[in-house]
């Protein structure tokens, strides 16, 4: 048990360690004019499918916490949706531009974890499991930023980018069908690889 304590707190701090080289590496936030595509969510992943759902949340809210760094000091036009400390065009970020940072990114790590045991319950084959859970995890985070952004940033997220309000779902779609797939392909190709990894060096350390 002992052992076992170590190996989590161990992989788990190499996984935040990953988060942090990404963000500071070309790769962890790609942009394309306004929009980010993001690598972040991979360790997060990771995490959730390796120690579980606890240290998914934990790794979740450390990709939220880096969103909400990265949106106030190197911030775009939509920043303040992310970050309750920065202004556009005079529009303030606020206490709903945390739950938009940190919740889907907690659940992000949660959901995939969940769907994971889930699906290892009913399915033998352990790289669709992984596949599954990834895929699924990423499409629900990916949803739930853009819902919350519509809940509570619509109209100031129309305007900073000058997309007419009732376009705005519309943007979204497009936005998901190239960003969010790509990081859906991403993620399901960098569970499959990597968790089989991790679990042989558990195997040997354990």
């Known amino acids: 048990m002992k052992k076992q304590n170590i190996y989590n707190r161990v ?8 988060e942090i080289i990404l963000f500071l590496s070309p790769f962890g936030y790609i942009r394309i004019g ?3 595509i993001t ?11 390796v120690l579980g759902w606890k240290a998914g949340m934990i790794a979740g809210l ?4 880096i969103s909400i760094w990265n949106a106030t000091f190197f911030p775009n036009v939509t920043s303040f949706v992310f970050s309750p400390f920065i202004e556009v ?4 970020g606020n206490f709903t531009s945390l739950i938009i940072a940190l919740v889907p990114r907690m659940l992000l790590g949660i959901s995939c974890a969940f769907f994971f045991q889930t699906f290892s319950k009913h399915f033998r084959q352990t790289k669709w499991n992984l596949l599954l859970a990834s895929a699924f995890a990423t ?3 990916t949803i739930l930023v853009f819902f919350f952004i519509y809940i509570f940033f619509a109209n100031a997220y129309a305007n900073a980018t000058q997309i007419p309000s ?7 779609l497009g936005i998901f069908l190239t960003n969010g ?6 993620a399901c190709i960098i569970s499959m690889y990597i968790y089989p990894l991790l679990q042989h060096v558990k195997k040997r350390i354990l």
Do not use: K
């Open 11 to 18: 992989t788990l701090a190499i996984l935040l360690a990953v």
């Open 34 to 36: 306004i929009f980010n």
């Open 39 to 49: 690598t972040l969510h991979l360790p997060v992943l990771i995490a959730a499918l």
């Open 62 to 65: 450390f990709f939220g916490c």
């Open 89 to 92: 065009g005079g529009v303030h």
């Open 139 to 141: 499409l629900i985070h």
């Open 166 to 172: 009732h376009a705005l779902i519309a943007s979204f």
């Open 181 to 186: 797939i790509a990081e859906i392909i991403v």
